[in-house]
Structure formats: C-alpha cells, structure tokens
C-alpha cells in the first residue's frame, strides 16, 4: 500500500507565526512549500529537509496563480501572509486599503486559487485571524478591520465549501514573540499590561500557533469548521 504524504502550503512562511507554522506541519510529516514576500526572506530563511521556499506576493493574481499550479497536490493551506501598518498610517485610505489588500483579499485569493486541489484531496485551510478580530483598536483599524472580515470569511468558506470536503478555520493568535513583536516584549514597562492581562502569564511562541494550526489541518479535528480558535494564553478570558 503506497502512503502519500501529505502537502502544505504556508503563505507568510518565512519568518514570524507563519515559520512556526510551517516548522510545526514539517514536524508533523507534511511537505511543506512556505512562501515569502522577497527574495531576501526567502535567502534569509533556514534551509529544512522538509520544507521548500518562494517568493509570493498574496496581492498578485498571477504568482498566486503560478504557486498554486506548481503544486501537484495540496492537502492544507495555512494563510499567514500579512501585514500592519505603523504609526497611524492606516487612517490614510491608500494605507488601509493595502492592508485589507493583503491579509484579506489576499486569503481570499489563496482560498479560491486552492479551492480545486483541496477538494481533489479532501483538504483543509487555517486562516490567521487575530485578537482584533473580536474587539477594535483605536490605532489600527485596517488591520482591525481586515481580520474581522478573515474571521467572517473563515466562517463563510466553511459553510460553502463543506460539500466539497473542504474544512475552513482560523487561529486568533494573542500575543506572540516574533521579530515584529521584540520591541515590546523587550520593553519591561510596555510588556507588563500584557502579562497582566494575560491568564498564562507570559508570550506566546510560534510553536504553540503552529501546534494549534496542526490540530485544526488534523483528523482529529475532522468534524470542526467554521471555527476561529484562540491561541492567546486566556488574554480573551478576562
């Protein structure tokens, strides 16, 4: 009996939650192909076994295109790619409209690239929501908004797709030391509001995304759908 392994394709996977997750599914026995914005992210990512690297830019039709068709299968889509804007700037219109661009209508173009291939292997996506998508945020509200609508698009996926044995959700990471978040993390003063809101009492890593992501690709989670999971260390709790 010849066992086929299984494929992964992990937009955002170079670096941050997106590399956790893609280490987790290599971890786990995928093949992995995770993508990144540049090709200095892609030289710059570690080389694995497991794991192949590319450039993709989730705002262009024809490199999602070009990625998804140079895939013979795929079994789990993990949409990472994203992206904040700093300092206000999401007040500008070009400035939102570019961060909706990328972390929402980007999913959504991966989702309906993928769409076929999932169905031929009966497979499942994981989208990257966020604690944002539960409550606003007075200094992002591209961002806010965008992964409103990954949480609401998660939910819709689920339900139209079902029939094709496709499973849709989502994890709302908490509060996760990556190279974005270091800043804060180191600052003892600007950290400690969010220990203390915190239950657990410290940062997440990528690997607990990446091991949340694992389970909602798995068979264990076989009847879950339509479902955005916090990984948050209780931050929702409180």
Known sequence: MTVIQKFALVTGGTRGIGAGAALALAEAGYRVLATGLTDE??????AHAAIRHARLDVTK?????????????????????????????????????LTVEVNLTGTMRMCVAARDKLAASRGAIVNTASMLTFHGSPFAPGYAASKGGVGQLTKSLAAAWATDGIRVNAVAPGWIATELTRPLVEDAERSAPILARTPMNRWGEPADIG?????????????????????DGGYLAV
């Open 211 to 231: 091991g949340a992501i694992v389970f909602l690709l798995s068979d264990a989670a076989r009847f879950v759908t339509g479902t955005v999971l916090p990984v």
């Open 41 to 46: 992210e892609v030289a710059a990512t570690p």
């Open 61 to 97: 039709d024809d490199q999602v295109g070009a990625i998804v068709a140079g895939c013979e299968r795929i079994d789990a889509l993990v949409n990472c790619a994203g992206m904040i804007q700093r300092g206000g700037r999401e007040f500008e219109i070009e400035a939102f409209r």
